[in-house]
């Protein structure tokens, strides 16, 4: 039965039963998206940030071979320690961390499939995985777009990150019939900067309206995700000439070092963030508040509209 995988913490447990806005986050930020103690520190930050605008935190991950919606404290302390220790967990990996009773850190993948068998439908994070540059000889493509075609739970994030080839990506979300939003822009932002030259297939200017096309798509059972694409604030964003460069000098050592696989992204990652002096990671901190701020936002228009018409906008 699903509920003996499954590890709900009571609050958020309590939230989904009564109907109240949850906002999925995932775990690789934490184990393989930045340096300890960063990791942990923005994790904790992006949950009160949840908090502050009306939503709760359900932090993802595979503790002990049980499927976790909602880290206590202590465990994210604990993800962000260990870092790359942990077991990066993508769809492919999940039945067998559960069988071993591992710890895994949950990509957008993983975590979308989690937060939909919890019953959650919103979800938060930094960039998206997407078509890998040179994946016309490599066919190096994150399972993440499969996901996004099939799982029904909306992303909130700051477009596909900057390492990747933006415009095979969204070719391939177009093949899929996944939507892509740009919240109030009509480009696609591409992770440390707001523009990438490629345009988003509609523009929404409120979470309401978020809300409201989310709940029209899967009412009328379109199944499959949702991208809300959301520029990084304009005061937090990097020049574009140097992190082109950073990623291209990063792509270029990775090539010869021969990294592949889920190495790549926390790799290239790494490496951008140690070529631009930290700014990168600071930008990243920066884009991953915002989405947050914007997820718990959209939880709570679309718990809103989930409440009889009678009760709506009545204080509890």
């Known amino acids: ?136 000889e490599t066919f190096d493509i994150s399972a993440d777009l499969q996901e996004l075609a099939h799982t029904n739970v909306a992303v909130v994030c700051a477009g596909a990150k900057a390492i990747l080839d933006i415009g095979l990506t969204l070719e391939y979300l177009e093949s899929n019939g996944v939507p892509v939003i740009g919240y109030q822009t009509e480009e696609m932002p591409a992770f440390y900067t707001r523009e990438s030259g490629f345009k988003v297939d509609y523009r929404v200017d409120s979470p309401a309206e978020v809300a409201l096309a989310l709940k029209c798509k899967w009412d009328l059972g379109l199944t499959g995700g949702v991208i809300i694409a959301n520029p990084i604030p304009a005061e937090y964003a990097m020049d574009p000439e140097i992190i082109s460069g950073a990623i291209s000098r990063a792509i270029a050592e990775s090539v010869d070092q021969g990294v592949k696989g889920k190495d790549i992204t926390p790799f290239l990652l790494d490496r951008i963030q140690q070529m631009t002096g930290g700014d990168s990671l600071d930008s990243n901190i920066q884009l991953v508040y915002n989405n947050a701020r914007l997820g718990a936002e959209i939880a709570v228009e679309l718990a809103r509209l989930a409440q009889p018409i009678a009760t709506r906008g009545v204080a509890a």
């Open 1 to 136: 039965m699903l509920a003996d995988y499954l590890d709900i913490r009571s609050e958020v447990a309590e939230a989904i039963r009564t109907g109240k806005p949850v906002v999925a986050l995932e775990s690789t930020i934490i184990s393989h998206g930045m340096p300890y103690p960063r990791n942990a520190e923005t994790a904790l930050n992006v949950e009160r940030i949840v908090r502050e605008r009306g939503a709760i935190p359900a932090t993802i991950a595979i503790v002990g071979g049980k499927l976790k919606v909602g880290l206590a404290p202590e465990e994210i302390e604990t993800f962000g320690k260990l870092g790359t220790a942990i077991h990066k967990a993508s769809r492919r990996d999940i039945p067998f961390l559960v069988a071993r009773q591992l710890n895994g850190a949950t990509t957008v993948a993983s975590t979308m499939i989690i937060a939909a068998l919890a019953g959650i439908r919103v979800f938060a994070t930094g960039g998206i995985g997407g078509v890998h540059r040179g994946a016309t």
